[in-house]
């Protein structure tokens, strides 16, 4: 009796004791995950608000005699929609961009012509535009991109000259066309979790040459004016990406 016993608190002891033992061990804990990276692969679209300032640059003959020339500035607030497609490799990131704007550029202005007792009065608009680019980005951290972008811009640009000749009277001749021409600036984007970015932008378009005539009953081709139309885009923008960012 007195060896069972004996026996009882040796195997206590020692099961007992590697049992306590185990629990005063500090319990393993995997190691945590790395965040999640995020990708620029995907499809997105988006909205934009900025200020335009450019430049018209008008030349006027009369009557074949010689040219009469200024320059207009014309600016405004522009806003629209943009969508487009980036595909990431490795820290790069390309991709193809078209949006369109709303514009609120105009101006105008009256200077002397080149006969005597005769001014041009000019009025310039820039009603709406797009651009159609490509975009090319180096990535400064994973979710902030540099970029350069170029491609195709159009518009539709109104036009109206008012020549007056002291005496004599004054013809005015309006002219609306849609231009083309193309465009090239840069930008930074950075996204913010969830599918989010957004972005600042600068934008240089030269839309290309316009002209368009004044005519009267009596003179026929009374004036014929040229111009020009380029402009300075600066905008910030909010892009959603379908699918989210990882």
Do not use: C
Request: proline share 4%; aromatic share 14%.
């Amino acid at each position: 009796m007195k060896k069972l016993l004996l026996t009882s608190v040796a195997l206590t002891a020692l099961f007992g004791g590697s049992a306590f033992a185990a629990d005063l061990r500090p319990a393993y804990k995997a190691a945590p995950l790395p965040p999640p990276v995020y990708s620029w692969t995907g499809i997105y679209w988006g909205v934009n608000v900025g200020y335009s300032w450019g430049e018209a640059k008008n030349d006027v003959t009369l009557l074949g005699v010689g040219t009469a020339s200024s320059s207009r500035k014309m600016d405004g607030v522009i806003g629209g929609f943009q969508a487009g497609y980036n595909y990431q490799f490795g820290a790069w990131v390309w991709g193809f961009e078209t949006d369109i704007q709303a514009s609120g550029q105009k101006g105008g202005e009256t200077f002397p012509g080149v006969l005597p007792l005769t001014t041009v009065s000019t009025d310039h608009k820039l009603d709406w535009f797009g651009t159609s680019r490509s975009r090319l980005g180096f990535l400064a951290t994973p979710n902030v991109l540099l970029y350069g972008t170029a491609g195709v811009a159009y518009g539709e640009v109104k036009d109206s000259a008012t020549v007056n000749v002291v005496g004599v009277g004054s013809a005015t001749s309006t002219f609306k066309d849609l231009k083309a021409g193309w465009t090239a600036g840069a930008g930074i984007e950075g996204a913010f979790g969830g599918g989010w970015s957004a972005k600042l932008e600068y934008l240089y378009v030269d839309l290309g040459k316009t002209e368009f005539t004044v005519a009267t009953p009596g003179l026929g081709t009374f004036a014929t004016e040229t111009r020009r139309t380029t402009d300075n885009i600066v905008r910030v923008g909010l892009n959603y990406k379908w699918g989210g960012g990882y």
